[in-house]
């Protein structure tokens, strides 16, 4: 009996062996464990990662986060100080830098309105000059063509209304001349020779008026031009105020204008003057002008 159950036994270990070492059975056995198995583990590694893997990764995550956070604020934090130390640098080497630069552009912009306002100056002065040197000769040139113009109509006018009215002057100047209280002196009575004498003795002297009333008081045409031959027309009237008073000018133009056709144009000259020289606004001129 135990021999029996000795090798029975025996038997059945050598048939379990071999059926385990057979592969169906080890795959069998193998999926039966793990089909066993697969829901604990499965639970036993999603317990293990909820409880104790996700807290420590997420705990390790959130200091490595925090430090690199840390490390960046750090470095940010350091080259904003490095970057506002170079800037301050930077201002300070480009004020340094500017600010001779600006000096200079001061002075410069100085400089330049100071000659912009010599020049305007200059120009401004250049310009008065010209124009009132173009004014003046306008002037002069217009003066001219105008004092030109007035002598030759002058000249017509006097040549034409002392013909016309030689008579009634004359007779008129002879009375302004003794409401004078000139006494004439009659030719054929006088020293011709002496009364030159005197007559140029009073021109060398100025006294123009003078020698010209003694010349015409003598009722002589000849003496007269000697008068009017020694002295020139612009030695006379030249003069301001002129020398002549106005019966003298009177008196002047009515010996003058008795005879044209000799020496005419000595004559013309001084009767042009001694017509623009007359003074309307005196009493003996305003007498006479209607008849002038």
């Given amino acids: 009996m135990a ?31 793990a089909q066993a198995i697969q ?6 590694y999603k317990d293990a990662f909820q409880s104790t ?5 997420e705990k390790a995550c959130q200091s490595m986060f925090q430090q690199i956070n840390d490390t960046f604020q750090r470095g940010t934090q350091d080259y904003l100080q490095q970057l506002e130390a170079h800037l301050a640098q930077q201002r300070q080497r480009q004020q340094q ?20 306002s010599q020049l305007q100056d200059g120009i401004t002065a250049g310009v008065k000059v010209e124009l009132e040197s173009q004014l003046q000769s306008t002037i002069l040139n217009m003066q001219d063509v105008l004092i030109s113009q007035v002598r030759r109509i002058v000249r017509e006018e006097v040549s ?31 020293d011709t020779q002496q009364l030159q004498m005197q007559i140029m003795a009073l021109l060398r002297q100025g006294q123009f008026n003078t020698a010209f009333q003694q010349a015409l008081t003598a009722s002589d045409l000849s003496l007269v031009m000697f008068v009017c031959e020694a002295v020139s027309p612009a030695q006379v009237f030249s003069q301001s105020p002129c020398p002549l008073q106005q019966p003298v000018l009177l008196s002047l133009i009515q010996q003058l204008s008795v005879d044209l056709t000799h020496n005419t144009e000595l004559k013309h000259r001084y ?6 020289n007359l003074d309307l606004t005196h009493p003996v001129t305003c007498d006479h002008a209607a008849v002038v």
Avoid: C, W, Y
């Fill in 97 to 116: 830098e500017r600010d001779p630069v600006l000096t200079q552009l001061q002075g410069l912009v100085e400089t330049f309105n100071s000659s912009a």
């Fill in 39 to 44: 829901g604990p583990v499965q639970a036993a």
């Fill in 160 to 190: 034409t209304a002392l013909k016309e009215h030689q008579a009634a002057l004359g007779e008129s100047v002879v009375q302004a001349m003794r409401s004078r209280n000139v006494t004439p002196v009659p030719t054929p009575q006088a």
């Fill in 271 to 276: 009767l042009e003057e001694s017509v623009m």
């Fill in 53 to 57: 893997v996700v807290p420590m990764f």
């Fill in 3 to 33: 021999q029996k159950l000795t090798a029975t036994d025996s038997l059945m270990k050598e048939n379990i062996s071999k059926l385990v070492r057979a592969k169906t059975t080890v795959e069998a056995i193998g999926q039966s464990a």
